[in-house]
């Protein structure tokens, strides 16, 4: 029996040029995974951004990442779809609002510990260059591994949670 390959999911509410910026990593998230990735993004605009695009499967939209959770349709709609698909790599590459964002990754299954914010434990700010290559780099992708050279705090982190036992599902990294 075959399983399929996991399905990544990119967290990005940036404006129009951040969002054509992670075309790049969407395309080595799909060379990493085989699968193209489901994004996570708030704004009407982004869906024409990314129609027909071969490294985008779907987009999950929120209405507003700020906006509080049970007063807002589209958050219930996109943890329901989240909790759907099961656990995966997350990859959070925006700093803003970052607790209503570990609020909702946490409804939808993610536990705290499971998420490093560029590459370190939670509410440590990392440095900005970098920070989404050097994410997955830490995922296997040998491409970056040349081009992106690590820190050892970073790896350092990542090792941590592996020793605690815990899984790690998530990577945070910022792009600010």
Request: net charge positive; glycine share 12%.
């Amino acid at each position: 029996m075959s399983t399929a390959p996991p399905r990544p999911l990119v967290v990005r509410f940036g404006a129009l040029g951040d969002m054509v910026l992670l075309t790049p990593l969407l395309a080595l998230l799909r060379q990493r995974y085989g699968v193209a990735p489901d994004v996570l993004s708030a704004g009407a605009w982004t869906p024409p951004l990314y129609a027909d695009h071969p490294d985008v499967h779907q987009m999950l939209l929120l209405g507003s990442r700020k906006r509080p959770y049970w007063s807002d349709p589209r958050q219930w709609r996109a943890v329901a779809q989240l909790r759907a698909t099961g656990p995966r790599p997350v990859y959070v590459c925006d700093e803003l609002a970052t607790a209503p964002l570990a609020r909702l990754l946490a409804r939808a299954g993610f536990a705290a510990d499971e998420v490093l914010v560029g590459g370190r434990p939670p509410r440590v700010r990392a440095p900005a260059l970098g920070r989404s290559l050097a994410g997955l780099r830490r995922a296997g992708c040998a491409a970056l591994a040349r081009r992106c050279p690590g820190r050892g705090g970073r790896r350092a982190a990542v090792a941590r949670q592996r020793g605690r036992g815990g899984r790690l599902r998530g990577v945070v990294d910022g792009a600010r």
